[in-house]
């Protein structure tokens, strides 16, 4: 089932129906702890489900970095050692945005210097198998009546491989269990462990089976949640239909073609509080669609603060990203001299492959004032670079989602996209037909080629030299609605397909 979230209504709410009680199910949420967009999505759509009316509570595990956070969180209750998991203990804390958040204490496993899956050396934690099962284990019995809390879930939301075990787990629960949701940000990431680890974990042997969740040998906790859950979602309509073939089924096409039924795409929002011009406290001018010409301090700035030439006739060129070859950055690197020679400018931000970093390096030597580059991550860099970019570039070869894209929009900073997952589905490309119906807001090209991509970058400079054609683009994205509430009231849609009218609520203790 392929469901279009931006061509639906929000739900209408059932009258008199008891609040659905819903565990959030993480492995981060900032500002606590994020390594990226899940982080993102974590802190919002709790928020925004709660503004619903669903009586929902977030749980993350208690790295160092949240506890520190959180000085005044208070313990709930203690969970026992099974298995091979050591005791820990749930603590009550307020989450972003007011939403409860539940902190799974374990210092044998999360109270540690590094970050949420790599020590210091950038190496995947030995006992992540033991970490992350330990999550997936509270979160399942915090929905059933043997949880350690008097309120029980009707619905866990779970996310990633990080707590795909969760629905295995209640697979396996006796008596009544609480339904299973599993959303997947990135089918890249699967959660692959040895076989040694299914006692530990306190699985039945049974489950270790093809129609269970062994994967080519291993135990792979997102197969158990694609398994085992009751309804999947994912951050698209569009990277649904795409992890249904190779090659972005990274070897799930099958098992999720078989479940389509239960498949959804619900495309993600964005905080447009935090990601609004008029009110970005990140940023030298605060602008809006009418102010438009105020977006040039901004420009001026970027240019100052990154080395490059302070030069109106040159369009500015932004990007922040990871550097993977997910992200297609590889082909910016084959076209960034033709960029500089349009003339264009780059300014960009990323972290990540040591090649690609150095690759961006020797370029910006090779052209000061022209290509300028930031090696990592800075969040008022990326709000100047958002707002003081002409254009923002994404050439990735897939993107489940991504929110730069929408970032850039809201900006009036009209992106440059690879047709692929949620880029296709929030970008409208810019052609005769959508300038004339006023949807244009951006450049799409098909191809995951240099070509392709360089050439969908001279249309937008093109335009960009029409000053009424790009004000339009400007401010056709700048009035597109990328919050959370349309995403939101689908998601209450499966929460009460799946659980059913009769759905209540039990105070926490």
């Given amino acids: 089932m392929l469901t ?9 709410p059932q009258l008199n129906a008891p609040p659905i009680r819903l565990l959030f199910a993480t492995s981060e949420c900032a500002p606590l702890v994020k390594t990226g967009g899940l982080g993102d999505v974590s802190a919002s759509l709790p928020a925004a489900l709660a503004r619903l ?53 374990c210092p044998a496993l999360y109270r540690r210097r590094g970050g949420p899956y790599l020590d210091s050396e950038g190496r995947d934690w030995a006992d992540n198998a033991l970490r992350f099962g330990l999550l997936a284990r509270v979160a399942a019995d915090l929905g059933t009546d043997a949880g350690p809390l008097d309120w029980r879930a009707d619905v866990v939301h779970c996310n990633e491989w990080e707590t795909g075990l969760a629905p295995a787990y209640l697979h396996y629960a006796p008596g009544a269990r609480a339904a299973s949701v599993i959303t997947i940000h990135n089918l890249a990431f699967q959660g692959l462990f040895a076989p040694e680890y299914l006692p530990a974990l306190g699985l039945p042997p049974s489950s270790f089976s093809a129609d269970g969740l062994e994967y080519h040998g291993k135990i792979s906790f997102l197969k158990a949640a694609l398994r085992y859950a009751d309804a999947i979602t994912t951050v698209s309509p569009n990277y649904a239909r795409e992890i249904q073939s190779e090659p972005l089924g990274f070897g799930f096409h099958g098992l999720l073609a078989a479940r389509s039924d239960a498949l959804t795409g ?41 080395g490059l030439a302070e030069d109106d006739s040159i369009p500015v060129l932004g990007v922040v990203s990871r550097f993977a070859h997910q992200k297609g950055l590889d082909l910016l690197l084959q076209i960034a ?17 040591g090649d690609i970093q150095s690759a961006f390096a020797s370029l910006a030597q090779r052209h000061p004032g022209k290509i300028a580059v930031s090696i990592g991550f800075d969040e008022a860099l990326a709000h100047l670079i958002e707002a003081g970019a002409d254009m923002f570039l994404m050439p990735s070869r897939f993107e489940p989602c991504g929110m730069n894209q929408m970032y850039s929009q809201r900006y009036g900073t009209p992106p440059v996209v690879h047709a692929t997952g949620g880029l296709a589905d929030s970008v409208v490309d810019c052609n005769p037909r959508t300038l004339a119906g006023g949807t244009a807001a951006g450049f799409v090209f098909r191809s995951a080629g240099a070509v392709d991509f360089l050439g969908a970058v001279e249309r937008a400079v093109a335009a960009w030299r029409d000053p009424a054609t790009w004000t339009a683009l400007q401010r056709n994205g700048m009035a597109r609605d990328f919050g959370w509430g349309a995403s939101a009231a689908r998601y209450l849609e499966i929460y009460r397909r799946l659980a059913g009218p009769a759905a209540g609520v039990r105070p926490m203790s």
């Avoid at 160092?64 to 804390?93: K, W």
């Avoid at 003339?343 to 960009?348: T, V």
Wanted: with cysteine.
């Fill in 53 to 105: 009316g669903v009586d929902v509570r977030l749980l993350l595990p208690g790295y160092s970095q949240v506890l520190e956070a959180l000085p005044d969180a208070r313990e709930l209750a203690s969970i026992p050692a099974r298995d091979a998991f050591p005791p820990a203990a749930l603590l009550a804390a307020q989450g972003p945005h007011g939403v409860p958040l539940l902190v799974l204490d």
């Fill in 266 to 306: 619900i495309l993600n929002g964005i905080d447009t509080e935090l990601w609004d011009p008029s009110t970005d406290a990140l940023i030298p001018q605060r602008y809006d669609a009418n102010s438009l010409a105020a977006k040039r301090v901004n420009t001026r700035a970027l240019q100052h603060r990154m």
């Fill in 4 to 12: 279009c979230l931006r061509c639906t209504q929000h739900a209408a």
């Fill in 337 to 353: 001299h033709r960029l500089a020679a349009l003339p264009a400018q780059l300014a960009i931000q990323g972290v990540g492959d």
